[in-house]
């Protein structure tokens, strides 16, 4: 993909960043994980992240998702509302970030209980929309439309991804670990991301699934998202990556 074609800017650009974890456990040793790492990406583009356990992939993502706090460095993320560094983002930036323009898949599904699967897809989707501005009668009107939307929307990703449709009224609580992560993908897919962050997100998928996810990415990129992903699948991560970049290779102790 040639993300010249959307914008010379890069959606997402990591400058110097570093993290390191205190283990209290062990006297207040100070464990370095990110030491300098310095990365860009581009509309369009997918970025893989490459090197063995342990060398900060999952936490750099965390970091760029807001779930983990920057040490020092800039996380700049060029939003639809402007420039923001994610290191200096209030708690309240980053929630509505999530809504509109981040997109997280991990290989974990958190889930409110008994809440139903399609639900859990259709939420990303109304909390993106704007809240609609009229009297009270009007704005019922206008939310009764909304969820029977963004339900549509997920019924036809849930099956795209082949999960049963005796399924989609329940709780994804109570699935197997691959209908959990066809849900989880739907979810991520659901509402058009600029940054879309892919941790593992094949994991315990079989062959046709990890197809739709191939494809799932190749649309989000054609769509202008800037992706950055952990493959542990060669396949996968051959066929959507633009760039592999080893975080042994950036920064500095």
């Known amino acids: 993909m040639n993300a010249a074609l959307f914008e010379p800017s890069p959606v997402l650009a990591v400058r110097d960043l570093r993290k390191r974890f205190t283990l209290h456990l062990r006297g207040g040793l100070e464990l370095p994980v990110l030491r300098g790492v310095s990365l860009e990406v581009h509309a369009g583009e997918c970025v893989a992240l490459v090197g063995a356990s342990g060398r900060g992939k999952s936490t750099l993502m965390k970091c760029l998702h807001g779930s983990y706090a920057a040490g020092s460095g800039e996380l700049l993320f060029r939003s639809a509302d402007g420039l923001v560094d994610i290191a200096q983002a209030s708690p309240q930036r980053m929630i509505a970030l999530r809504r509109r323009d981040i997109a997280y898949v991990s290989q974990f599904l958190r889930a409110l209980p008994r809440v139903p699967a399609v639900d859990v897809v259709a939420q990303r989707r109304l909390e993106a929309w704007p809240a609609a501005a009229a009297d009270?009668?009007?704005?019922?009107?206008?939310?009764?439309?909304?969820?029977?939307?963004?339900?549509?929307?997920?019924?036809?990703?849930?099956?795209?991804?082949?999960?049963?449709?005796?399924?989609?009224?329940?709780?994804?609580?109570?699935?197997?670990?691959?209908?959990?992560?066809?849900?989880?993908?739907?979810?991520?897919?659901?509402?058009?991301?600029?940054?879309?962050?892919?941790?593992?997100?094949?994991?315990?998928?079989?062959?046709?699934?990890?197809?739709?996810?191939?494809?799932?990415?190749?649309?989000?990129?054609?769509?202008?998202?800037?992706?950055?992903?952990?493959?542990?699948?060669?396949?996968?991560?051959?066929?959507?990556?633009?760039?592999?970049?080893?975080?042994?290779?950036?920064?500095?102790?």
């Open 136 to 253: 009270d009668f009007d704005v019922d009107l206008e939310h009764e439309a909304r969820v029977a939307a963004a339900r549509a929307e997920a019924r036809t990703l849930l099956a795209r991804l082949g999960l049963p449709p005796p399924l989609w009224e329940l709780p994804p609580a109570t699935f197997s670990g691959g209908e959990q992560q066809r849900v989880n993908i739907a979810r991520g897919f659901i509402e058009p991301a600029r940054l879309l962050l892919l941790d593992e997100p094949t994991a315990s998928l079989d062959a046709a699934n990890r197809r739709v996810v191939v494809e799932l990415v190749s649309e989000a990129k054609a769509r202008g998202a800037a992706v950055v992903g952990i493959f542990h699948d060669e396949e996968v991560r051959d066929a959507v990556a633009d760039r592999r970049v080893d975080l042994a290779d950036t920064g500095t102790p």
